[in-house]
């Protein structure tokens, strides 16, 4: 079965700084990745995600993200936080025919 | 298009009331999912289904719950009896099925509270 784990239910940075939000992955198969962003009282907005090709992946607002096959890791980055970034962030896996499984969310506190 | 479309928005219902909840997908999307958040166990699928059939209803906790989907523009999720620990925010997602544009559209979702 597959699934995600999210490293750290809250993570909090200075504006500025950078952010790195983890996640890792079991999957039988290559997985198709995704981080999705919610903002208070909203429905989840995809930033970006890796289904084959190139392994760094770039997204909007800033991030991206690397697939590690080796580490089984997908982990989200930004290299200056910004107040605006502020939110929940989930990373989640799909395979073909199937349904997307999220992780518990990494609450991202940003200040100023 | 107007992305996915949920109603309502806000739910307030007593214990042991039947409670509905609507969503229309994005055109042309053939697999709609519902998914269950809440604080303890976060954002949990419901089921799901594609070109209208439900495919995965493993995620659905009782018989309590049920779903509907009778055509490619409209889905349900109904609780009949509704209890306190129904009480989360419900979302509605659509995508178009497999392949490298495989995305979930998420709607607003329904905040659900059973007093």
């Known amino acids: 079965a597959q699934s995600v784990t999210q490293l750290g239910s809250h993570v909090s940075v200075s504006e500025g700084a950078l952010v790195l939000l983890r996640c890792n992955y079991s999957?039988?198969?290559?997985?198709?990745l995704f981080w999705y962003v919610q903002y208070p009282n909203q429905g989840l907005q995809l930033l970006l995600k890796?289904?084959?090709?190139?392994?760094l992946v770039k997204g909007i607002n800033g991030f991206e993200a690397e697939f590690k096959k080796s580490e089984t890791s997908f982990h989200l980055t930004k290299p200056s936080a910004h107040m605006s970034d502020a939110a929940e962030y989930f990373c989640?896996?799909?395979?073909?025919?199937?349904?997307?499984?999220f992780g518990k969310g990494t609450t991202l506190s940003v200040s100023s | 298009d107007a992305g996915v479309i949920q109603s309502p928005r806000h739910e307030v219902t007593e214990m042991g009331q039947e409670v509905t909840l609507r969503c229309k997908p994005i055109?042309?999307?053939?697999?709609l999912f519902w998914y269950r958040q809440t604080m303890m166990r976060g954002l949990e699928l419901l089921i799901y289904?594609?070109?209208?059939?439900?495919?995965?209803d493993s995620g659905m906790p009782e018989d309590r719950f049920s779903a509907k989907m009778p055509n490619a523009s409209f889905s349900t999720l109904k609780i009949q009896p509704s209890e306190p620990r129904d009480s989360a925010v419900y979302f509605c997602?659509?995508?178009?099925?497999?392949?490298?544009?495989?995305?979930?559209?998420f709607g607003q979702g329904t905040r659900l509270t059973v007093v």
């Open positions: 999957s039988s198969v290559p997985p198709y």
């Open positions: 055109s042309g999307h053939n697999s």
């Open positions: 989640a896996v799909i395979q073909a025919g199937t349904a997307l499984i």
């Open positions: 289904f594609n070109n209208n059939v439900p495919i995965d």
């Open positions: 997602a659509s995508s178009t099925t497999g392949g490298k544009n495989t995305e979930a559209f």
């Open positions: 890796y289904t084959t090709g190139a392994t």
